[in-house]
């Protein structure tokens, strides 16, 4: 007989479910870390800053979420083990992973300095890996299936100028995902990521400006040349990006790894 398939609301329930979200103070991060916890998820936020990810971590408690800031940088190990660690004493091993943390400097290639390029891909792409892998190896020991969600970007497919750091990791991730879902299967850990297009956030509005003031033309212009580019007539919202995320991690999307999910509207069909 057929397994009796999971009920529609059981799909998206993460109750008691370990989530840590990197990069979470703010943008798709904060985004993703509110679905979570909205599907019932505890939510650990990683991040740099302080004042950011304190004030996320307070808004969401005041929601209700179970919800705690652990502060470290993703490109140091020593951060990493300790963040996981402290995570773990809390509410028990991570079961939910999503690698969101990175930084988009728009720097010409002749321009770009050893090391402007090793922050970048040390940031964008190793700290993806030390997380994966820190996280991975405790659901492992621990015999837990899990989740990982790497953020990547339509620019790892489609690069800009002055970008070619960010899109080198960015193609990393996408590489990255696929062999950590290899590696990974068995263990019952699906790995998947996400490429974003362009999304209203403060980052993407800084890069916006960056974008603008490169070309001698205003933000209102550059929004407007791509918009112009999008199907779907509009830029995205970090919540379009959150709401894949949750599918990715649940249930829902048990049968999914090592893929890659577009969110763009449609821009690279343009």
Same mark, same amino acid.
């Given at each position: 007989m057929p397994d009796q398939p999971m009920p529609l609301p059981s799909m998206f329930d993460l109750t008691e479910r370990v989530c840590l979200v990197?990069?979470?103070?703010?943008g798709i991060g904060l985004a993703i870390a509110s679905r979570l916890a909205e599907a019932g998820g505890q939510i650990a936020i990683l991040d740099l800053d302080d004042t950011g990810g304190e004030q996320a971590a307070s808004d969401l408690g005041a929601a209700g979420a179970s919800v705690q800031f652990v502060q470290g940088d993703v490109s140091k190990p020593a951060d990493v083990a300790r963040v996981v660690e402290r995570v773990e004493k809390l509410w028990g091993p991570?079961?939910?992973?999503? /690698? /969101?943390?990175? *930084?988009?400097? *728009?720097?010409p290639t002749l321009a770009c300095d050893e090391t402007q390029w090793a922050r970048v891909i040390d940031v964008n792409l190793k700290g993806v890996?030390?997380?994966?892998r820190a996280?991975?190896? =405790?659901?492992?020991?621990?015999? =837990?299936?899990g989740a990982i969600v790497n953020i990547a970007s339509i620019n790892a497919? =489609?690069?800009?100028p002055g970008l070619a750091a960010y899109s080198s990791a960015k193609a990393g991730i996408a590489m990255l995902t696929r062999s950590l879902a290899l590696e990974f299967g068995r263990f019952g850990i699906r790995v998947n990521s996400i490429s974003p297009g362009g999304i209203e956030t403060p980052g993407g509005r800084d890069a916006n400006r960056a974008v603008a003031d490169a070309?001698?033309?205003t933000s209102e212009q550059v929004t407007a040349g791509y918009v112009s580019r999008v199907p779907l007539g509009r830029m995205g919202r970090a919540d379009d990006v959150a709401l894949v995320a949750l599918f990715l991690v649940s249930p829902a999307?048990?049968?999914?790894?090592?893929?890659?999910?577009?969110?763009d509207g449609?821009?690279?069909?343009s």
């Open positions: 990197s990069g979470g103070a703010k991570v079961d939910i992973l999503v /690698n /969101n943390a990175g *930084i988009y400097p *728009i720097i890996f030390l997380l994966a996280a991975a190896g =405790r659901m492992v020991e621990t015999g =837990r299936a497919f =489609r690069p800009l070309f001698g033309i999307a048990a049968y999914l790894t090592g893929t890659d999910v577009v969110v449609g821009y690279v069909l």
